[in-house]
């Protein structure tokens, strides 16, 4: 219970109510016998409570949460039709109770005005205190957030469908979706908040809640009133505002389509403002369908991203925060969501997709996280998450430029997200410590005192192979130990492209293009005495990507530049690295360009600039060398050429090309 009132009759009034029966195991019977019991009755009976003096509780609103009982759509579905019973009536007794306003939904849920429906419920005065005398006993009610999840409800392949018969299972799934649309279609009972995940959900669900959305979302405004004449209609429209899916491994391609049409299609109502006491509708920005919609492990694959992204594209801002994790998404879905988000933010910038998390979908790559970041640098995504994909050296780069693009642009106002954590952009990992019991340690006491006495022989025995024309020197290891650190000796990872080096390297190097350019203003985002907490601010993940102390050397060095010439400070979160062996570091990177942190990034941006510095020396040389061996090369063909051709005029090979190592020909 969240808050409790008392009017001046002495009535005690609830506004609030959380109702928990989670892991009750209360079943189909056990669910049908609490529905009958919260929900107050509406077929013209009376409160018992009111007529033997007992204090009467007037409920307004409560979230409810049933998760684990093993319900089935049975009694799912007589809880979807009590609360549109009770949307209805509450409709009825907001009518009675507002005479005044005009053009609102009557009980059957289609749109009159107030002087018919008081009219057809009114004939006398005897019908009148009848009807008020029914509104006053049941109490107005709406379910705010309802989650029923970890039920079996949708029937799809779960194993009580196995054993029974296939026309009860039909009938049950057809019950339980004829109500799943009706109650989101319901303009005064669908709850802001619905959450059905792992319910065995498939695409004839996802079809339900399609249709039901757009019924929801059908406003009939009379063509001669203008758009502030429905103000009240729109403060009195409930509508879905978060929809939880995830675990509903069946809803794939088809069920993420089936809603996509829906958020595509869907009618959108206008946002209102208010100035002044005064509330008005503002007619060029609209309402989202979905706030937040959550299709996690569903079993997504390209086809059903690119549907969404078609949604996102074709309806901007109908959807504001979308959670695709762990799913079956590649390449071509990531880059269709990153070009649709791209062009809906052209379309209008004030409304746009906000959220986008696509983490733990292993086959993105650097080619989808290109566009992902184009979309993220435009200012078009907020919060970007990609954790646990296959995110290289190139699309950590592209992510670099992104956030020198965002912060050097005026749409960056406050706060923005990125959390690529559990990418592998680092090249080392902290070597394991040997304990007391470690094989390791076994073998190599063990073996201490044996190879110390078979040291003599091991050289006699060598010295005799080379005599006779063996050479053992290097093929032979001391011990066990030795030959595994030789099998092992060569990490591929630190073979590679270090991703997060690449990462620091391209936001230094596209600010020192930018500096040349002239596309960089070192004073912008300057507000003098207030610039510390006027600073924009980019929080970043990097947890669990295999970094070590180099790496945070030129994390630090990414931050100071982003500090000094964009006014921007990059937060960065590296905990759960474990080969970062000096954790102030991580504190440090956590804080950013803040606080007593400074001279410690200053010192650690200086070391790795000096390491990029020798580093930029060496590939220079080496181009050089490379330059050189080629020309000596050249040379050697055209010489071997003359010596081999006696015919041939050696006055064509005196002009030879020319190296640095000084000989002549």
């Given at each position: 219970?969240?808050?409790?009132?008392?009017?001046?009759?002495g009535?005690?009034?609830?506004?609030?109510?959380?109702?928990?029966?989670?892991?009750?195991?209360v079943?189909?019977?056990?669910?049908?016998?609490?529905?009958?019991?919260?929900f107050?009755r509406?077929d013209?009976?009376?409160?018992?409570?009111?007529?033997?003096?007992?204090?009467?509780?007037?409920?307004?609103?409560?979230?409810?949460?049933a998760?684990?009982?093993l319900?089935?759509?049975?009694?799912?579905?007589?809880?979807?039709?009590?609360m549109?019973?009770?949307?209805?009536?509450?409709?009825?007794?907001?009518?009675?109770?507002t005479k005044?306003?005009?053009?609102?939904?009557?009980?059957d849920?289609?749109?009159?005005?107030?002087?018919?429906?008081?009219?057809?419920?009114?004939?006398?005065?005897?019908?009148?205190?009848?009807?008020?005398?029914?509104?006053?006993?049941?109490?107005?009610?709406?379910?705010?957030?309802?989650?029923?999840?970890?039920?079996?409800?949708?029937?799809?392949?779960?194993?009580?469908?196995?054993?029974?018969?296939?026309?009860d299972?039909?009938a049950?799934?057809?019950?339980?979706?004829?109500?799943?649309?009706?109650?989101?279609?319901?303009?005064?009972?669908?709850?802001?908040?619905?959450?059905?995940?792992?319910?065995?959900?498939?695409?004839?669900?996802?079809?339900?809640?399609?249709?039901?959305?757009?019924?929801?979302a059908?406003v009939?405004?009379?063509?001669?009133?203008?758009?502030e004449?429905?103000?009240?209609?729109?403060?009195?429209?409930?509508?879905?505002?978060?929809l939880?899916?995830?675990?509903?491994d069946?809803?794939?391609?088809a069920?993420?389509?089936?809603?996509?049409?829906?958020?595509?299609?869907?009618?959108?109502?206008?946002?209102?403002?208010?100035?002044?006491n005064?509330?008005?509708?503002?007619?060029d920005?609209?309402?989202?369908?979905?706030?937040?919609?959550?299709?996690?492990?569903?079993?997504?694959?390209?086809?059903?991203?690119?549907?969404?992204?078609?949604?996102?594209?074709?309806s901007?801002?109908?959807?504001?925060s979308?959670?695709?994790?762990n799913?079956?998404?590649?390449d071509?879905?990531?880059?269709?969501?990153?070009?649709?988000?791209?062009?809906?933010?052209?379309?209008?910038?004030?409304?746009?997709?906000?959220?986008?998390?696509?983490?733990?979908?292993?086959?993105?790559?650097?080619q989808?996280?290109?566009d992902?970041?184009?979309?993220?640098?435009?200012?078009?995504?907020?919060?970007?998450?990609?954790?646990?994909?296959?995110?290289?050296?190139?699309?950590?780069?592209?992510?670099?430029?992104?956030?020198?693009?965002?912060?050097?642009?005026?749409?960056?106002?406050?706060l923005?997200?990125?959390?690529?954590?559990?990418?592998?952009?680092?090249?080392?990992?902290?070597?394991?410590?040997s304990?007391?019991?470690?094989?390791?340690?076994?073998?190599?006491?063990?073996?201490?005192?044996?190879?110390?006495?078979?040291?003599?022989?091991?050289n006699?025995?060598k010295?005799?192979?080379?005599?006779?024309?063996?050479?053992?020197?290097?093929?032979?290891?001391e011990?066990?130990d030795?030959?595994?650190?030789?099998?092992y000796?060569?990490?591929?990872?630190?073979?590679?492209?270090?991703?997060?080096?690449?990462?620091?390297?391209?936001?230094?190097?596209?600010?020192e293009?930018?500096?040349k350019?002239?596309?960089?203003?070192?004073?912008?985002?300057?507000?003098g005495?207030?610039?510390?907490?006027?600073?924009?601010k980019?929080?970043?993940?990097?947890?669990m990507?295999?970094?070590?102390?180099?790496?945070?050397?030129?994390?630090?060095?990414?931050?100071?530049?982003?500090?000094e010439?964009?006014?921007?400070?990059?937060?960065?979160?590296?905990?759960?690295?474990?080969?970062?062996?000096?954790?102030?570091?991580?504190?440090?990177?956590?804080?950013?360009?803040?606080?007593?942190?400074?001279?410690?990034?200053?010192?650690?941006?200086?070391?790795?600039?000096?390491?990029r510095?020798?580093?930029r020396?060496?590939?220079?040389?080496?181009?050089?060398?490379?330059?050189?061996?080629?020309?000596?090369?050249?040379?050697?063909?055209?010489m071997?050429?003359?010596?081999?051709?006696?015919?041939?005029?050696y006055s064509?090979?005196?002009?030879?090309?020319?190296y640095?190592?000084?000989?002549?020909?």
């Open positions: 219970m969240d808050a409790k009132e008392q009017n001046d009759e009535e005690q009034k609830l506004k609030y109510l959380n109702v928990d029966i989670s892991s009750s195991l079943g189909d019977h056990g669910m049908k016998s609490f529905i009958d019991k919260i107050p509406t013209g009976g009376v409160d018992k409570s009111s007529k033997t003096g007992e204090q009467k509780i007037n409920l307004q609103t409560f979230t409810l949460s998760r684990m009982n319900l089935t759509p049975f009694s799912i579905s007589y809880l979807f039709n009590r549109v019973e009770i949307g209805k009536h509450n409709n009825m007794k907001y009518l009675q109770s005044s306003i005009e053009n609102l939904v009557d009980i849920g289609n749109l009159t005005t107030t002087e018919e429906t008081v009219a057809n419920s009114t004939n006398n005065k005897e019908a009148a205190q009848e009807s008020e005398e029914l509104a006053s006993d049941i109490p107005f009610l709406f379910v705010h957030s309802l989650d029923i999840g970890l039920n079996d409800i949708g029937m799809h392949g779960s194993e009580i469908s196995k054993v029974m018969d296939d026309a299972v039909t049950q799934q057809r019950l339980f979706f004829k109500s799943l649309q009706v109650l989101i279609g319901s303009q005064t009972s669908c709850p802001n908040t619905l959450r059905m995940d792992s319910c065995g959900l498939g695409p004839p669900a996802c079809r339900s809640i399609g249709k039901g959305i757009i019924d929801g059908k009939i405004l009379d063509e001669k009133t203008e758009l004449d429905s103000i009240e209609e729109v403060r009195c429209h409930k509508k879905l505002k978060e939880y899916l995830n675990g509903n069946a809803i794939g391609d069920g993420a389509a089936a809603i996509a049409a829906a958020l595509r299609t869907s009618n959108r109502l206008p946002k209102m403002k208010t100035n002044s005064q509330t008005t509708c503002q007619p920005s609209l309402l989202p369908v979905l706030e937040h919609l959550d299709l996690s492990s569903c079993g997504i694959g390209d086809t059903g991203a690119e549907a969404l992204a078609l949604a996102i594209e074709g901007p801002g109908c959807i504001k979308l959670n695709l994790r799913n079956k998404i590649t071509e879905g990531a880059m269709a969501l990153g070009r649709a988000i791209k062009i809906s933010c052209k379309k209008n910038r004030s409304c746009g997709l906000v959220e986008l998390d696509l983490s733990n979908n292993p086959k993105i790559s650097c989808g996280v290109t992902l970041a184009h979309a993220f640098g435009n200012g078009s995504i907020k919060h970007l998450s990609i954790r646990s994909c296959s995110i290289g050296a190139d699309g950590s780069s592209a992510l670099g430029r992104a956030l020198v693009h965002l912060a050097s642009t005026n749409v960056l106002d406050s923005s997200k990125i959390d690529i954590s559990g990418n592998m952009l680092g090249t080392q990992s902290k070597p394991k410590k304990t007391a019991y470690s094989a390791s340690l076994l073998r190599s006491k063990a073996s201490a005192s044996f190879n110390s006495h078979m040291s003599f022989i091991g006699k025995l010295k005799g192979l080379k005599d006779v024309g063996f050479d053992m020197s290097g093929a032979i290891s011990s066990d030795d030959q595994e650190s030789n099998n000796n060569i990490d591929e990872r630190a073979t590679s492209r270090c991703g997060i080096r690449a990462f620091s390297d391209s936001i230094i190097d596209e600010l293009e930018s500096l350019d002239n596309n960089v203003d070192k004073n912008k985002g300057n507000y005495d207030d610039a510390e907490q006027n600073c924009k980019i929080l970043i993940g990097l947890r990507c295999s970094l070590d102390d180099g790496a945070s050397d030129s994390l630090a060095a990414a931050v100071l530049a982003m500090k010439n964009l006014h921007t400070d990059l937060l960065v979160d590296i905990t759960m690295n474990s080969a970062i062996e000096n954790y102030e570091s991580i504190i440090a990177l956590q804080h950013g360009s803040q606080g007593s942190w400074t001279e410690l990034l200053d010192e650690m941006s200086t070391k790795y600039t000096e390491i510095e020798a580093l020396i060496a590939r220079k040389r080496a181009v050089e060398e490379l330059n050189n061996a080629a020309a000596r090369d050249e040379a050697e063909a055209i071997s050429g003359a010596f081999y051709n006696n015919d041939e005029d064509d090979y005196y002009d030879l090309p020319q640095d190592d000084g000989d002549n020909y």
